[in-house]
T-cell receptor, first 114, second 113 residues
Framework: DSGVTQTPKHLITATGQRVTLRCSPR?????VYWYQQSLDQGLQFLIQ???????AKGNILERFSAQQFPDLHSELNLSSLELGDSALYFC?????????????FGPGTRLTVT | QQQVKQSPQSLIVQKGGISIINCAYE??????FPWYQQFPGKGPALLIA?????SEKKEGRFTISFNKSAKQFSLHIMDSQPGDSATYFC????????????FGSGTQLTVLP
């Protein structure tokens, strides 16, 4: 158990809908990363937050957004969902951005868009 | 642009054998190279990592070999066990305030009993 929690574990929704994925980092970790894992694209970095502020953006679609709250949990919002958004979404956390390299991954949320 | 290339895509090894997975990178700014192990239905778990100032790092049965001039690194699993059957990802990251990981495409390892 990495200490990173993600909810829900599974999510099934229809095209055009909006969903919110939640992540709680390990105790003491300030940095949260979101990754998408799909069969065709592999594991891809989406976005990073550090202590409430956006730190880096990767291959994140404009339909997707994220935020990190004062209690350090993070939410990834996916809107206008398409079939191609079906994937595993992982959250990872680390102690600090740019200092400690190690990232610990949560169990993921499996999103199915029908 | 795929910045970290991983091979092979799949690997079958007999119990007790050596599993070798290779990765090559393009971005010379990468300065930290972790390997992750992922079991079905689970998130990736950090296995072992190396920085480019060393050529080899060993932790138990797992060894990373690093060749900075060739921009290649590899994972060796000695005495492979059926419990090692999983997908392995190499990754790389750069210095800076953000530490996002760039992953290889993954290797599905099967260790036969």
């Amino acid at each position: 158990d990495s200490g990173v929690t993600q909810t829900p574990k599974h999510l099934i929704t229809a095209t055009g809908q909006r969903v919110t994925l939640r992540c709680s980092p390990r105790s003491g970790d300030l940095s949260v990363y979101w990754y998408q894992q799909s069969l065709d694209q592999g594991l891809q970095f989406l976005i990073q937050y550090y202590n409430g502020e956006e730190r880096a953006k990767g291959n994140i679609l404009e339909r997707f957004s994220a935020q990190q709250f004062p209690d350090l949990h993070s939410e990834l919002n996916l809107s206008s969902l398409e079939l191609g958004d079906s994937a595993l979404y992982f959250c990872a956390s680390s102690v600090a951005s740019g200092v400690n390299y190690e990232q610990y991954f949560g169990p993921g949320t499996r999103l199915t868009v029908t | 642009q795929q910045q970290v290339k991983q091979s092979p895509q799949s690997l079958i090894v007999q119990k007790g054998g050596i599993s070798i997975i290779n990765c090559a990178y393009e971005n010379t700014a990468f300065d930290y190279f972790p390997w992750y192990q992922q079991f079905p239905g689970k998130g990736p778990a950090l296995l072992i990592a190396i920085r480019p100032d060393v050529s080899e790092k060993k932790e138990g049965r797992f060894t990373i070999s690093f060749n900075k001039s060739a921009k290649q690194f590899s994972l060796h699993i000695m005495d492979s066990q059926p419990g090692d059957s999983a997908t392995y990802f190499c990754a790389a990251t750069t210095s800076g305030s953000a530490r996002q990981l760039t992953f290889g495409s993954g290797t599905q390892l099967t260790v036969l009993p």
